[in-house]
């Protein structure tokens, strides 16, 4: 990962920037399509993802580590105008968490920063799992895997479940996707980044039990559980962003449903739970309005008691 690449575009001295490529092989050439954003536009562009990111519900370590990655970033630059030397940084990825702690959203936020920091030149997120890179007969692997990487070029990819890259054991041919992952990162060191995701403990045997990757991912964050009150917390952001809002008596069915789902599924404190209930809670309101031939502004914006419980025979809310 090539961070200093970032000045040299900001100088707009290109020649002076290109000389210092030939020098130090440490800056990376600028990317197509970012050509002439002017420094103070693009710093104030990654304030503003950062600022987003910030109002995330909890996920604190992860902030804090995009934090560092951000001000080394910016060091790193400042290093470079005044000739001081300069290190490239190494920003593969692990994700350890359940299913709907956030993985893919801070995934998708990285990949707009690092794209403001000149560090990526697209930003964009291809996620993908096993079934995307693992073929059918030999060869297949490769070259299903090699697709996948000239999709992410430029920006992440991302892999879900990456464990199970490892599932069939040597045989298999996800040591094949592996090792075309490995050499897809080497490939495009300056402009890709991969993340692994998946579920704590698998990702830590995963890790442990291919040497080639340990020391290819510096970086692990860890997405624990939300508990009720982040949880209540993410489903006002939805809301607001939807621009609904809840009576109290939704408002306390809506923690009892919580409470109540927390404690029956081992990984329900996520947010994808609470996404469902309010999406479904959405629904109802409009089933129980749309008879009325003309409903009152307030009706329209609120969600009661009744469209958040889940009432008898309620279908699973899929997550
Ligand atoms: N900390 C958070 N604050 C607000 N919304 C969140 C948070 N974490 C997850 N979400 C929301 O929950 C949903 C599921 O999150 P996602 O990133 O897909 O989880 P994962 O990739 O870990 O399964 C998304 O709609 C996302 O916007
Ligand atoms: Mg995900």
Known sequence: MKITMWHAQSTGNRNQAQRRVARTQVVA?????????????????????????????????????????????????RRLKENLITRPLVLHMVFNGNPGTGKTT?????GRLFKEMGTLSKGHLVEVERADLVGEYIGHTAQKTREQVRRALGGILFIDEAYSLARGGDKDFGKEAIDALVKGMEDHRDNLILVLAGYREEMEWFIESN????????????FPDYNVGQLIEIAELFLKERQYELTAGAREELRLTLERETRKHEHSGNARLVRNLIERAIRRQAVRLVGSTNS???????????DISRGSGGRDWGV
């Open 29 to 77: 050439l600028p990317a197509a399509g970012d050509k002439g954003v002017p420094e103070e536009v693009r710093r104030k562009a990654a304030q503003e993802i950062l600022g987003e990111l910030d109002r995330l519900v909890g996920l604190q370590e992860v902030k804090e580590l995009i934090g560092e990655i951000h001000a080394f970033a910016e060091i790193q630059r």
């Open 106 to 110: 801070v995934a998708r936020f990285i």
């Open 211 to 222: 040497p080639g990757l340990r020391s290819r991912f510096p970086i692990h964050l860890s």
């Open 296 to 306: 009152h502004r307030s009706e329209l914006l609120t969600l009661t008691r009744e």
